[in-house]
């Protein structure tokens, strides 16, 4: 069948470190993934694309990568700060004409001080 | 730029109402809007995209006489909720894509209470 899987549990890093979220699929072959950012009773918001030509992307304290054989993302804060508390979501694009995005449940950070 | 609004943010609403709910792309032409709902702490699940003036596509077990979407113009789409019972309360979210793009950007959200 067809998964995407992120971290259910919370991750509780401190302040001033590198987080790293994965996101690992199955059964799906993407043309490319996204990360979205989505904050309590708020809709998601885009952070980053890479495509399934692209290993590394970067956004300032982002980066994510993209590993289409072991089929798995993962995604970097650097210098984590408390504001970066959030739920990340990963997202593959599976093709078709429309941009079909199917979502991880996504994984809670918390940034502690 | 990219802004998608949505409207009401949150509504409370009797079983057996209708319940509409709208998405506007503020800043750009929205050729493909979708929209999805998202129960707590779950992912969001995409019910249905439209594009505008045509029909939806609805995704596998999402009843399309109960959710009816119009997408009328280039930056407004509509959900509706028809005849709302409990288990319909959840967060509903829109998206819009522009012509050529890869990202789509997200509305705020609306939450749904059907009592």
């Known amino acids: 069948s067809q998964k995407i899987e992120q971290n259910s549990e919370a991750l509780n890093i401190q302040e001033g470190k590198t987080a790293t979220l994965t996101c690992n699929y199955t059964n799906y072959s993407p043309a490319y993934l996204q990360w979205y950012r989505q904050d309590p009773g708020r809709g998601p918001v885009f952070l980053l694309l890479?495509?399934?030509?692209?290993k590394e992307k970067r956004k300032e304290r982002l980066k994510v990568t993209f590993d289409t054989t072991l089929k798995q993302s993962l995604f970097h804060i650097t210098a984590s700060q408390p504001a970066d508390s959030a739920t990340y979501l990963c997202a593959l694009v599976v093709g078709g004409g429309y941009n079909k995005l199917i979502f991880g449940a996504g994984t809670r950070l918390a940034v502690h001080p | 730029g990219a802004v998608v609004s949505q409207h009401p943010s949150r509504v409370i609403c009797k079983s057996g109402t209708s319940v509409k709910i709208e998405c506007r792309s503020l800043d750009f032409q929205a050729t493909t809007m979708f929209w999805y709902r998202q129960f707590p702490k779950q992912s969001l699940m995409l019910m249905a995209t439209?594009?505008?003036?045509?029909?939806?596509?609805?995704e596998q077990g999402v009843e399309k006489d109960k959710f009816l979407i119009n997408h009328a113009s280039l930056t407004l789409s509509t959900l509706t909720v028809t005849s709302a019972h409990p288990e319909d309360s959840s967060f509903y979210i829109c998206?819009?894509?522009?012509?050529?793009?890869?990202?789509?950007?997200f509305g705020p959200g609306t939450r749904l209470l059907v009592l």
């Open positions: 439209s594009n505008e003036g045509s029909k939806a596509t609805y």
């Open positions: 998206s819009a894509i522009g012509q050529a793009a890869e990202t789509q950007y």
């Open positions: 890479i495509r399934e030509n692209e």
